[in-house]
């Protein structure tokens, strides 16, 4: 296979890193975007993009801190520019399922010239481990809004190994790939199978948005990140189109998604829903 350049927009985070690795098996060349790499990759710099995307084949684009904000589709235009400036062959683009304003960049990229896949996935198990849902875990106090809403879970794990092949085969050019487990789940199912691969009790209860957002803006978190949280739990977590399982894991790896019950399991041996983690 030939050894290529490959941009990993958010190279350290949920996705990004689990895709470096998987490409760094493969023999890639793997450059991470991120504010804390050199050449500096920032979604709000975009006068050093060029350097970033010197000399690359191919780009995965995780955007920061959601597609869903103002200025995203513009971000995602100029990165498209400068992709094509840079002569770069390939985009895979990381989207949100149920996600209308996600979909909006998506057409920019599908639009751009370039050979792209779209990975549009739904909620994340690793919400729950390594975002923002740890800290209520390690308490013990799970309190959400939209307690009926039906989730169908995707591991980062299977996002990342559908993305490493998007990125590394002709085959998945033009394809917009549905990323979900195979079953769905509401958050207190959720908590309900933490708890007990934890061994722990983990109370759920549920809350309104207005609820939700009066406790985050007590804690002293900013007015964007709230906006962003109430428009998750309100748009997206709302829209029926989210709870539609997809069974494009299974066609593309040949094998089920990795199942919430796995996730669990392996996530409660590594202690982490044991021991307090001051922020994540
Ligand atoms: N969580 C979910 O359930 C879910 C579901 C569907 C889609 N998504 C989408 O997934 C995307 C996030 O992907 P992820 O979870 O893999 O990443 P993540 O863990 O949220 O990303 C962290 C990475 O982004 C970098 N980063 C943070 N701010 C940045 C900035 N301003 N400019 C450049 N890099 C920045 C971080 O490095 P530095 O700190 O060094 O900059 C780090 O590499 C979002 O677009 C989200 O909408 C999430």
């Given at each position: 296979m030939e050894k290529e350049n490959i941009l990993v927009i958010g190279g350290t985070g949920k996705t990004g890193r689990r895709i470096v690795a998987r490409l760094e098996a493969l023999g890639?060349?793997?450059?991470?975007?991120?504010?804390?790499?050199?050449?500096?990759?920032?979604?709000?710099?975009?006068?050093?993009?060029?350097?970033?995307?010197?000399?690359?084949?191919?780009?995965?684009?995780?955007?920061?801190?959601?597609?869903?904000?103002?200025?995203?589709?513009?971000?995602?235009?100029?990165?498209?520019?400068v992709s094509k400036r840079a002569n770069v062959k390939k985009l895979v683009l990381l989207s949100g399922k149920g996600e209308r304003e996600a979909q909006l960049c998506e057409q920019v990229v599908i639009h751009s010239g370039l050979d792209y896949t779209i990975v549009r996935a739904s909620w994340f198990n690793q919400n729950f481990s390594e975002n923002f849902l740890l800290e209520p875990i390690f308490d013990g106090l799970v309190a959400l809004p939209q307690a009926e809403a039906q989730i169908p879970w995707v591991d980062t794990d299977d996002i990342a190994e559908v993305a490493t092949k998007a990125l590394t085969e002709d085959i998945h050019n033009g394809q917009i790939y549905e990323l979900t487990g195979q079953r769905t789940l509401t958050f207190k199912d959720a908590v309900a199978e933490i708890a007990k691969a934890s061994n722990r009790d983990i109370a759920f209860v549920p809350i309104s948005v207005k609820e939700y957002g009066d406790g985050m803006r007590k804690t002293g978190l900013h007015e964007d990140f709230i906006w962003l949280i109430e428009y998750l739990f309100t748009e997206v977590l709302g829209n029926p189109e989210l709870a539609e399982v997809s069974h494009d894991i299974e066609k593309i790896l040949g094998r089920k998604p990795i199942d919430f019950s796995e996730y669990a399991a392996a996530t409660a041996e590594t202690g982490i829903w044991n021991k307090k983690i001051a922020k994540v």
């Open positions: 890639h060349n793997i450059r991470i975007g991120s504010r804390s790499a050199t050449p500096i990759f920032d979604w709000h710099k975009p006068e050093n993009w060029d350097a970033t995307l010197a000399g690359m084949d191919k780009v995965y684009i995780t955007y920061q801190p959601d597609l869903a904000v103002p200025g995203a589709l513009e971000s995602i235009e100029q990165l498209v520019k």
